[in-house]
């Protein structure tokens, strides 16, 4: 059973930092692509950076300069955010795609404000 547990979301104040990770089981992780995505309020869920077995990494623009992502071993993901600004405010959900099938954790709040 995959289970991914995302963790290290809360309130900062804008320009401030969080770190979030990413612990995934139940399966072998060493091959697949892991990723983070977010959705704000009366938003789409957006993709934010992903990392391909390979050491690949796609972000999004908004995440460029901004964020980095880093895979620890096969199972762990971060995703250190810089510079946070209100608009980073969502929830942030870690994503494995395995076996046709898209898993995704419960998430973790990021409230970036004042």
């Known amino acids: 059973q995959v289970q991914l547990v995302e963790s290290g979301g809360g309130l900062v104040q804008p320009g401030g930092s969080l770190r979030l990770s990413c612990v995934a089981s139940?399966?072998?992780?060493?091959?697949?692509?892991m990723a983070w995505y977010r959705q704000a309020p009366g938003k789409q869920r957006e993709l934010v950076a992903s990392m391909w077995s390979s050491g690949i990494i796609n972000d999004a623009d908004f995440a460029k300069g901004r964020f980095t992502l880093s895979r620890e071993n096969a199972n762990t993901l971060h995703l250190l955010m810089n510079s946070l600004k209100p608009e980073d405010t969502a929830v942030y959900y870690c994503?494995?795609?395995?076996?046709?099938?898209?898993?995704w954790g419960r998430g973790t709040q990021v409230t970036v404000s004042s």
């Open positions: 139940g399966s072998d992780f060493s091959r697949t692509t």
């Open positions: 994503n494995v795609p395995l076996w046709g099938t898209m898993f």
